[in-house]
């Protein structure tokens, strides 16, 4: 053991020392190189970009493919310091349902903020479980500039939707 010990203490003071492991190719620090700036041409007008792993069309527009959760229990607003907080329970068939999210919808009418309650449904269903192992609650935070102007917040589910006015 006391052998270890100095042995340990005298690779680290060995390791130390040496000043170039920095600029070493051992460091993992130095394994890539820094962005650099690329310049191309599109119909012939140079146009500066950097290299990145995105793909070259773009992104392919996310779909959320979760059903809306079958009912909603509850709904509520709690007032923070930095604006609030959207609460909703929502009731599901059976156990082990995951991934439960509030997702904002887009609304012509500036005074409301309208969001979906989405939920994915198990492979396998697990029991049924009792009625309150059955509830899921999400929440949602929301800043002031958020609720600028909002009058109504309405939650959707899949037989219905819940809703609270200021």
């Known amino acids: 053991m006391r052998r270890q010990v100095i042995l340990s203490g005298l690779v680290v003071l060995g390791l130390s020392g040496c000043a170039s492991f920095g600029t070493s ?5 130095n ?17 500066t970009v950097l290299k990145t792993l995105a793909p070259r069309k773009g992104f392919p527009e996310f779909v959320d493919t979760r059903p809306l959760v079958p009912a909603i229990a509850d709904m509520s607003i709690a007032r923070t310091t930095t604006g609030a907080i959207i609460t909703a329970t929502g009731v599901v068939p059976a156990l082990g349902y995951y991934d439960a999210q509030l997702v904002p919808v887009p609304s012509e009418d500036a005074s409301t903020l309208t969001y979906d309650f989405r939920i994915r449904a198990p492979e396998t269903s697990p029991g049924l479980g009792t009625a309150q192992q059955r509830r899921i609650t999400v929440a949602y935070s929301l800043s002031f500039p958020e609720l600028d ?8 589910g899949a037989n219905g939707s819940r809703q609270t006015r200021r």
């Open 25 to 29: 190719k051992l460091n993992p620090l």
């Open 31 to 47: 394994w890539f190189g820094k962005s650099e700036a690329v310049t191309t041409t599109v119909d012939g007008t140079p146009v």
């Open 149 to 156: 102007g909002v009058r109504r917040v309405v939650v959707r």
